[in-house]
Each structure stands twice: as structure tokens, then as C-alpha cells.
């Protein structure tokens, strides 16, 4: 929203809504609701391929070591836990049905929609 408030130059003291900035841009789909709907399309991409891929070794696997302090950065497990399931790896067989991931993924875009949706 603050690009988008930079981009049609409307400072910072000004009492517009997020519906207003949105109609006037005219944009439907929010900008984090078409990252979710890509992080969990190539998620599903991923588990399907086949053991030796180096992106599924990645993305499965764990890494050694201490994390630096502070905030704990979003990890691809904590919003897959958010599709409803119950672990990681719950989601990695969940996403090998494609029927049920697309389901999955459907019903998780649209609640992430009415949930940053301003006008409900």
C-alpha cells in the first residue's frame, strides 16, 4: 500500500482509505494473496518431482546450525502449516494429490483474500 500511496502522490497525512487506493489503481487481487497463490503452486511443483532434485532437497531438508538473533524469519513450513496441515511433511503428501492441493489452494487464497480484504 505504501508504494502504491508513493506512486500516485498522495502524502502520508492524508485520510484515503486502502478501497479508495485500490479502485483508483484498479486492482482486484492484492499483491501478498498473488505471492501466496505462487509460493504454494511451486511448493506442489517441488514435491512432485523425483528425490534427486536439488530444489526438493532444499526445501525438505534441514539445515545445521545456530540462527542469528532477533525474529525468526518466515520459513516455507510455517505458511504451509497454514494450508491445514498438520506438519511439513503432511503437506508434502497432501501436495502430491493434485485434486486436493488445487482444493487446498483455492480455499486457502480465498480466505487470505477476505481476510486482508478492507471492505469486510
Known sequence: MWCWRRMLRIPWTAKRSNVSILSQLKIKTRLSTICLERILSYFRNITRRGNESIEKLIVVGNVEGKRPR???????????????????????QL??????WR???????????SDHDPQS
Do not use: V
Open 95 to 100: 501436495a502430491k494429490d493434485r485434486t486436493r
Open 70 to 92: 532477533g525474529r525468526s524469519p518466515t520459513r516455507w513450513s510455517d505458511q504451509l502449516r497454514e494450508t491445514g496441515a498438520r506438519t511439513f511433511y503432511n503437506a508434502i
Open 103 to 113: 482444493e487446498i489452494l483455492c480455499d486457502k487464497i480465498t480466505r487470505h483474500t
